[in-house]
Structure formats: C-alpha cells, structure tokens
C-alpha cells in the first residue's frame, strides 16, 4: 500500500510517520536506529548556539503524559556539525534540522546547517506570546536559506490562526504543531514539592492526553490557511496517525507515546497503518488528508437518547456510576435510561467498556 505523503510541493516522506524534537533524536545513534524502525523523516533535537544547561530530573510520566523540563540540546553545535549530523545525512533520510531560538542565533545557525538539512524546523517556545519577534526570527531566517522553513507553534501562542497567516506572510513553508504546553505542575502524592528539578517545580505536558488539543489547532489552522502543517501532540498509534491526517496534517511526529510505551512504537505503527488505512475503506495515505475539515459546521441542539443493546451490556453499571444526570439506573439486571431525567450529553456510550450504548454521539 502507498504510505507517501507530500508535505506542500517540496517534500516528500515515504509514510507519514516521524519523530518529534527531543531525547529520542538526541544524538546519531539515537537517529540512525529510528531510521531503521523505517520512519518516514527524521527531525534532530533542537540545537542551539551552546550545549544546554538540563535541570534534573527532568521527565516524568503518568498513564497517557509525560511531563518535562527539558531545554534544547545538551551538546554543543560544534558535536552536531561535525560528529552526528555526518553519520545522519549519510542515511539519506529527509532531515528536519531543528534549531532555537532568538533571530541572532538561529541566524549564526543556519550556515553551520544547511548541508545537512532537507528542511529546517525553528522553535520559538522561549520567544513569548508576541508575534513581533518571531516574525522577524522568521523573516530573517527565510532569507537566509533556500531551505523550507517549518515553524514550531508553541499552544502558549494565544491565536494559531493569525500565527499561521503571519508564517505564511512571513516566508515560512510549514508548521508543526504543537509543541508541548505549560507550565504544569506535578506535585507528589506523598511530598508537597514537584519531583522535577527546574527551579520552580514546573514543566510540560505532552503525550496522549493532549491529542485533543492538537487536533483543534491544526483543525483550526488548515480550515482557514492554505499551509503544511506537521502534527505532533498526542500521537501514539496508527489510527492516531490517521486522526492528525484527517484533520488537516500533511505528516506527523510522535515522541510522549514512544517513551511511555516503548521506542519500537515507531516500526510497530508504520506496520499496522496499511491494515488500519485499509479497514476504513482507504487504499493510500493521501486520501484520507482533510476528510475531517468538511464535517461539524453546525451547532446542533436536537437530544439523542441512548440505546442499550442488552446483547452487549456486562452490567458493569460504570454508566450507572457516571451519569451525570442521574438519569442511569439498574433495575432487575438491565439498564434503563429515565428519558425525563437524560439530558443527551453522550458521556455513558463514550465510556461503555462493552460497546454496548449508542444512539447519542455522531
Ligand atoms: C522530554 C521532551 C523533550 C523535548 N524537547 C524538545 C526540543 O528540544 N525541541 C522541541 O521543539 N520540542 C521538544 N519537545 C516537544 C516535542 O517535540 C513535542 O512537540 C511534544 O512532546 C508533543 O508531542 P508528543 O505528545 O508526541 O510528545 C520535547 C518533549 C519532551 C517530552
């Protein structure tokens, strides 16, 4: 089956699937066996003009997150230029080279870069909420280089929309969003402190639990600006993949998923998509981009009620448990919903273990 993707009318990846910006492209070897798990594209760790100065600890995971104190590199440029990015380039996989952060020294970056990298990805999560100075960052950068530049949309960013226009206008070729979102902070269960080492505690938050975020922005940017958009926030299966596509991505990046359930999720999600694509009635990848962006145009009012098929139902009473409305009850072993009392809102078929509710949700 065909997994190729095209990002805009510059870039081609053989699937959809890359990593994100962080420890699991940190250095060569980390690279280089990402590339053997057969991801589409390649993106490094952020470089900047010195090796970072990382407070630790600095990752910690939940069930469905990761949150991270992590800063760009902890190796020089120097280390890339003339150690990692070699042994990369020659891999012959497209290459994100990901540089941060202010306009001075994404610009004193960009030379030292540019034969390694097929594109460049800037990180603007340390230049604030302002559009002004990452304007110019962009401005400057695009004249500096033939290279698609991508920008990293931080969720901090107040208006993605006018963020994206502003890309655009700027010389920009792409985006990739999102970056991880914050600060959060994770206070212990036992201890009143946070069990990360940053100075007060805080970090971000990345992972599963933030797909939903990621889609709306991208959902948001692709209905209303003709850009390439990267999704990134939340990956970590094939049917996710193909959730970032539908709404609106070109490609996407998964990091969060791969270090809470293990770093071969890469090669496993490229080998289930064709089996998932084909499931859903899709022969290629590039069908299913933006199907997502023509449907939900309309705030609907109408009640659905839900239906219980008993056939299914375990009588595990979690909808009993969690409705809200109180309008759930088991009566001689069967659930009963009170029309009078359910308001429609669709949270018992969501949460059904046994499949056993529908009639509410679209
Ligand atoms: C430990 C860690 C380190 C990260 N380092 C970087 C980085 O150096 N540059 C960057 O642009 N994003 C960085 N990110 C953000 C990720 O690239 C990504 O945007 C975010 O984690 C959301 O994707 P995910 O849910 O698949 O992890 C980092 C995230 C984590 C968890």
Known sequence: MDLSVRIGDRLTLANPLMPASGPLVGDSGKILGLIAQGVGGIV?????????QVPRPCIIGG????????????????????????????????TFV???YTEGEILSL??????FADAFELSTHYLGR??????????????????????????HIPDPVEFAKMVKAEGG????????LGPVYPVRANLSTSPLGSADGFGWISGPVIKPLSLAIIRKIATSV???????????????????????????QMLSAAMLKGKTLYRKIISALPAVLESLGFSDMRSVQGLALKSNT?????????????????LCNRCVENCPYDAMENRDRRIIVDPALCFGCGLCESRCPARAISGVLL
Not at 304 to 314: E, N
């Open 298 to 314: 309309a705030t609907l009012f109408e009640r659905r009620l839900p239906v219980i098929d008993p056939k299914l139902c375990t």
């Open 130 to 155: 302002t559009l002004d100075p990452i304007a110019k960052t962009i401005r400057a950068a695009a004249r500096a280089t033939d290279r698609p530049i991508f920008i990293k949309l931080s969720p």
């Open 44 to 52: 490094t760790k952020t470089i900047s003009v010195r090796a970072a």
């Open 173 to 180: 070729y792409g985006l990739v969003a999102i970056n991880s």
């Open 110 to 115: 960009i030379p030292r870069f540019e034969r």
């Open 98 to 100: 990901s540089l941060g």
């Open 226 to 252: 003709d850009i390439p958009i990267i999704g990134v926030g939340g990956v970590g299966s094939a049917q996710d993949v193909i959730d970032f596509l539908k709404c609106g991505a070109s490609a996407v």
């Open 63 to 94: 069930n469905d997150y990761i949150v991270n104190t992590e800063l760009w590199s902890e190796y020089p440029p120097e280390r890339w230029e003339e150690d990692f990015l070699p042994a990369v380039r020659a891999a012959g996989k497209p």
